[in-house]
């Protein structure tokens, strides 16, 4: 198993290797490219380390409510204005994230 684990942890980082540009912009976000990045090894594959967890969080916090009740596309929205804080990524890797975490309540 722990072989398993050594080989799913180095195609994460690669992956996440990948999708880094050479430099960061300075009008980047930290938080979000850190939310962008972990969140898209996750849906590569790969297993988010404790460094993730903040990043995580941060972008699982971002919840709305309407009339008391969760709020897909609201949620959507706002995680999309937060990834979107990150200009340093793609917007392919942001859509791909979005679509897949940003109107869920929870995180992984």
Do not use: W
């Not at 799913?8 to 980047?28: C, E, H, K, N, Q």
């Not at 850190?34 to 849906?43: F, N, Q």
């Not at 916090?61 to 969760?70: A, L, M, N, T």
């Not at 897909?72 to 942001?94: H, I, L, M, P, Y």
Request: a neutral charge; glycine letters at 12%; hydrophobic letters at 35%.
């Amino acid at each position: 198993m722990k072989p398993y684990l050594v080989i799913t942890t180095a195609a994460a980082v690669i992956a996440a290797a990948s999708m880094a540009p050479a430099t960061a912009r300075a009008d980047d976000n930290p938080s979000a490219c850190g939310a962008v990045l972990c969140l898209a090894g996750l849906i590569a594959g790969g297993s988010a380390g404790e460094d993730c967890k903040n990043y995580m969080t941060g972008y699982f916090s971002i919840v709305k409510f309407h009339h008391g009740h969760f709020d897909e596309t609201g949620t959507s929205n706002a995680r999309s204005d937060f990834t979107n804080q990150c200009q340093s990524v793609g917007g392919d890797t942001k859509k791909g994230v979005n679509d897949r975490y940003g109107n869920v309540q929870c995180g992984p």
